[in-house]
Nanobody, 124 residues
Framework: QVQLVESGGGSVQAGGSLRLSCAAS????????MAWFRQAPANEREWVAT????????YYGDSVKGRFTISRDNAMNTLYLEMNSLGPEDTAMYYC?????????????????WGQGTQVTVSS
């Protein structure tokens, strides 16, 4: 079992930045692929980014590439998402997810463990 707790959400004006954190605990959390997803009201959950267990591999959705950076600190068992140049279209609940292995890091169904989410609201 891996437990995930997100933090760092809030309200920001367009063009601003936020950093989300996800604290992981439980069995061998540092050996898991970890990801961020987001879901806006009335929309399906959207994949944002994934990072490999070592941190060497990072993958981004097209809508955030060049603006968001995913990273992890395995010593602290913490996942991060640095978000820059935020726009109203980034407004959503952001979720942290983890899985021990995946061939499909973009798929929601690849992830076994999920956090409760943290809200990000960007005003124009």
């Amino acid at each position: 079992q891996v437990q995930l707790v997100e933090s760092g959400g809030g309200s920001v004006q367009a063009g601003g930045s936020l950093r989300l954190s996800c604290a992981a605990s439980g069995a061998n959390a540092k050996s898991h692929f970890m990801a961020w997803f987001r879901q806006a009201p009335a929309n399906e959950r959207e994949w944002v980014a994934t990072i490999s267990p070592s941190g060497a591999g990072t993958y981004y959705g097209d809508s955030v590439k060049g603006r968001f950076t995913i990273s992890r600190d395995n010593a602290m068992n913490t996942l991060y998402l640095e978000m820059n140049s935020l726009g109203p279209e980034d407004t959503a609940m952001y979720y942290c997810a983890a899985t021990i292995v995946t061939m499909f890091p973009r798929r929601e169904t690849s992830y076994k463990y999920w956090g409760q989410g943290t809200q990000v609201t960007v005003s124009s």
